[in-house]
């Protein structure tokens, strides 16, 4: 029978890309990384890693094996699962990633739920971008995503992974206060920095209002963009949860559009009972209360 330990390496590697990659996420050398992959080829007895270069790649025969080593690993997450299902309380740890505005506004208070009603489960926290967070949850580094994804700027569906919709978020034009929204077309804007989904929406929204935006300001803190908007500096596309817990200090514009918001966890993991109390606190986080422009 093959090693399990050594079939999560090559899983990772399949993952990560490089030797050095899977050797830092698992706080290993790369030369152990390499010796116990050279130990499970020997086991298969059959090459494979290809050299590509300074890197290597996978051989048919490894494809095989990772996507069985998925299937065992899922099996197993879903095994934890049901054993913790079975006990009266909640413990362990578990990792979670979302982005900024969540970071600010629903996820103090889910953290606080979460520690008053299941004090003996370790939760560990991370700002991350979308894209970045989907990732490493494929690739086992968290357990569960709270992520975003703005109209026209899907973010890619990973095999494996399951996504559960949360809310829709209201977008609306931010503009200094007084200012008529029609001088929103001249006037400079603040928006994410190039690349970005965030900056691609903001700017095929400005083009479908039949205007080139004068983008001056770039930053990815949304509380940045809302300080540039107070001070009369710019005007900006804003989403409602950037109002949570605070007073509503720009003019807001409604608008039809609206980003989703999402959690995401792997197959094997969502029925985990401290995924399902996070996700549930989290639905409990969510404000009712709406903007008025």
């Known amino acids: 029978m093959f090693d399990l330990h050594r079939l999560r390496l090559l899983r990772e590697l399949s993952q990560r890309g490089t030797l050095a990659a899977v050797a830092q996420a698992l706080n290993y050398s790369p030369s152990s990384v390499s010796q116990q992959l050279s130990l499970l ?5 059959v090459p494979l890693l290809e050299p590509v270069g300074r890197r290597v790649k996978l051989t048919p025969q490894a494809e095989i094996l990772v996507r069985h080593t998925e299937e065992v690993l899922t099996r197993l997450e879903r095994a934890e699962s049901e054993v913790a299902a079975s006990l009266h309380e909640i413990t362990g740890t578990l990792r979670v990633a979302t982005f900024q505005t969540a970071a600010l506004a629903l996820i103090p208070a889910t953290l606080a739920r979460m520690r008053d009603e299941h004090p003996s489960l370790r939760i560990e926290f991370q700002v991350l ?69 965030q900056r691609m929406f903001n700017t095929n929204w400005c083009r479908r209002q039949g205007y080139e935006p004068d983008v001056r300001f770039s ?26 817990d605070r007073e509503i200090t720009v003019d807001l514009h409604e608008l039809p559009m609206s980003r989703l918001l999402f959690t995401a966890a792997r197959a094997g ?12 606190a989290l639905a409990l986080s969510v404000a009712p209360r709406q903007p008025r422009p």
Not at 41 to 45: L, Q, S
Not at 224 to 244: N, T
Request: with cysteine; net charge negative; aromatic share 10%.
């Open 41 to 45: 080829e020997t086991e298969v007895g």
């Open 129 to 197: 971008d979308p894209a970045e967070a989907l990732s490493a949850l494929h690739a086992r580094d968290f357990d569960l995503v709270f992520g975003e994804e703005w109209p026209d700027q899907p973010e890619p569906r990973f095999p494996g992974l399951e996504y559960r919709e949360l809310c829709r978020d209201p977008i609306r034009l931010a503009v200094p206060r007084g200012l008529p929204v029609a001088e929103a077309a001249t006037f400079p804007w603040i928006m994410e920095t190039t690349g970005m989904p």
């Open 219 to 244: 930053s990815i803190d949304v509380l940045v963009k809302l300080r540039f908007v107070e001070q009369g500096l710019a005007v900006a596309l804003l989403p409602d949860l950037v109002w949570y």
């Open 269 to 280: 993991r969502g029925q985990h009972p401290a995924v399902r109390a996070f996700r549930e």
